[in-house]
């Protein structure tokens, strides 16, 4: 399978808990997005990193959230201190910039976060 | 501000006919790109179409159809002979500055389930 991999595809954690996400992108994507989608609702953006560079944090990105992609591959997303509200779907997508030009975004199946 | 508006919240045809998805958007920007992508209970969301701003040409794809109209902010997308296969949340999206410059990421509006009944 050669699309966008996000890991556990299911989480549930207890309020005040901390939650990792993996996303791995299509390999020879230097651009890697995450999204959260609440039930109802369109994706809205979190953040982006080109490479390794975090390029952009949207302000939904409170600073419980915490995103990485260390070596310009995988990215992590974590939640500290998880509340109610923080339950959603969290999604992973991936592009190539390219000079002046982005590609499509291809999407993974998500992650789908449940705080009890 | 951008923004994305698509009013139907939810749409149920039978099969075999044909049903539009309306999408508005907003933008101060005269460079920007459009998007269509699909969404199956799988939760993955399949990308369609993407539109520059300078095209406004209709474009067909199988059974999908999509009418962007400058004039009105508007960017429709026609199933022709709907297929169980069909039934899925729909989001229209936009990106503003060539897709990238600053800005990366992707508005996408609220979407439109559309329920396709055999």
């Known amino acids: 399978d050669t699309g966008v991999s996000q890991d556990p595809r299911h989480k549930i954690t207890k309020r005040g808990q901390n939650v990792t996400f993996r996303c791995d992108p299509i390999?020879?994507?230097?651009?890697l997005y995450w999204y959260r989608q609440t039930l109802g609702q369109g994706p809205e953006f979190l953040t982006y990193f080109q490479n390794e560079a975090q390029l952009e944090k949207s302000r939904l990105l409170s600073d419980r959230f915490s995103a990485e992609r260390p070596k310009g591959s995988f990215s992590t997303l974590e939640i500290q201190r998880t509340e109610q509200g923080d339950s959603a779907m969290y999604l992973c997508?991936?592009?190539?910039?390219?000079?002046?030009?982005?590609?499509?975004?291809?999407f993974g199946q998500g992650t789908r976060l449940t705080v009890v | 501000a951008q923004k994305v508006t698509q009013a139907q919240t939810e749409i149920s045809v039978v099969e075999k006919e044909d049903v539009t998805l309306d999408c508005v958007y907003e933008t101060r920007d005269t460079t920007y790109y459009l998007f269509w992508y699909k969404q199956p209970p799988s939760g993955e969301l399949v990308f369609l179409i993407r539109?520059?701003?300078?095209?406004?040409q209709n474009e067909i794809s199988g059974r999908y159809s999509w009418n962007f109209q400058k004039s009105t902010s508007s960017f429709n997308f026609t199933i022709t002979a709907s297929q169980v296969v069909d039934s899925a949340v729909y989001f229209c999206?936009?990106?503003?500055?060539?897709?990238?410059?600053?800005?990366?990421?992707?508005?996408f509006g609220k979407g439109t389930k559309l329920s396709v009944k055999p």
């Open positions: 390999s020879e994507h230097n651009r």
């Open positions: 999206a936009l990106s503003e500055k060539n897709y990238g410059g600053s800005q990366g990421n992707l508005i």
């Open positions: 539109r520059n701003s300078f095209d406004e």
């Open positions: 997508a991936s592009s190539t910039w390219q000079g002046n030009m982005n590609t499509e975004a291809f």
